[in-house]
């Protein structure tokens, strides 16, 4: 079991009809139940709140920081980026999902822009386990299917990932790099594609089982640490 904290800006499923359809309740509140249910310790944090709910103390707390962001990239205080990555190089887990690729916490991890190609396509993905003997990959088929959802393509504009435990293909050919391992100083980031705001991907068994093994994978990272030059450097225009 780990403790797990679950960050989400909580903006659109308030301002937009069709994102509060499929998650009326916010993405944190379906995440977080995903997540108790296979018996860790869950708690939320949002936009919101004072330090965007991310205080030392709440840090100091957590074994692995999962964070869900699309519309408010930018708002997002840079001491409170800061905090979270100096968190992260000491040892806490950082599972970013889908669009939190763009957040300024990854690409401030990643040195890179992290930008990619998109469509909002409501298409189907078959996501492949490339890299079947990673813990993340524990219990899957070599493959599985998210029914609809929006395309994401290369060129990722990230570092070469540590491992790569899955690789996407969608129904107009695209392919992508969906599930990427890190480290950062002591700490574990699994970056992981699927979900979208306006489809119920984290509904998702198959998906729901890999947000499970990423937590754990990610809690663990204390017992693989790496010499601190391996922080990264501020990302490139």
Known sequence: MASVTVWNEYVQERTDEEVAAVYPDGIHAVLAE???????????????EPDHGL???VLDDTDALIWWGHKAHEAVEDA???????????????VPLHSAHFSKVFKRLMGTPCSLRYRESGERERVWVVDPGHPIADGLDES??????????????????????????????????SGCCYRRGSGRIFYFRPGHETYPVYEVPVVREVLDNAVRWAAAGGDEAVPTANRAVDPVE
Do not use: I
């Open 80 to 94: 409170v980026v800061e905090r979270v990555c100096e968190h992260v190089y000491d040892g806490m887990g950082f």
């Open 144 to 177: 599985f299917v998210v029914p609809e959802t929006e395309m994401y393509g290369e060129p990722f504009a990230v570092p070469e990932p540590d491992r790569l435990v899955f690789a996407s293909w969608f129904e107009g050919g695209e392919v992508f790099r």
């Open 34 to 48: 995903a997540l108790e249910s296979r018996g860790h310790d869950v708690r939320v944090a949002t936009f919101d």
């Open 55 to 57: 205080t030392e103390a």
